[in-house]
């Protein structure tokens, strides 16, 4: 799986999220069930496709949950901090996987910081992070419908906004 930009999709996808009890993450890994929940929770209309709108909702709600001081800007150890959670808690057999997510969201973390307002100052802020997402999102809707359906999000490996 490729890692891209924010981690949102991909934590989603490495069952990071905040609310998921440690136990819960060592379950089978299951990419079908694991894409198609996280597809669900960002169609917010139930509509079977996620719209432009829908996306960068979701992403926004990322962002503050990453932003754990609230300043409206992301460093570097706000980013990883799920990663890095995971990892902490990590069997053997998990820890390679995230340990080469974590290279990699350090990576795109500084190709942010490279873009938009506030540029190199280890701090990206909301309005740059959800640039880089939109940005994604059109890179995803390969037909141009201004949607992406479950197909164009699976194709996107991980990182479709
Ligand atoms: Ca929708
Ligand atoms: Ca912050």
Do not use: C, W
């Amino acid at each position: 799986m490729a890692y891209g930009f924010h981690l949102g999709m991909a934590a989603a996808l490495l069952g990071l999220s905040m609310a998921v009890p440690a136990s819960a993450q060592d379950k089978p890994y299951n990419h079908e069930a694991r894409l198609k929940g996280f597809f669900d929770r960002v169609d917010a209309d139930h509509d079977g496709t996620i719209s432009a709108a829908e996306a960068e909702q979701y992403m926004a709600a990322y962002f503050d949950r990453l932003d754990t001081d609230q300043d409206g800007t992301l460093t570097l150890d706000e980013y990883l901090a799920p990663l890095h959670r995971a990892h902490d808690r990590a069997g053997e057999r998990r820890r390679p996987g995230l340990e080469k997510a974590l290279q990699r969201a350090e990576e795109d973390f500084k190709a942010l910081d490279k873009t938009g307002t506030g540029a190199g100052t280890g701090h990206v802020d909301k309005a740059t992070y959800l640039a880089a997402s939109r940005a994604k999102f059109v890179e995803t809707d390969k037909d141009h419908t201004g949607t992406l359906t479950l197909e164009q999000l699976r194709a996107a490996r991980g990182h479709a906004f």
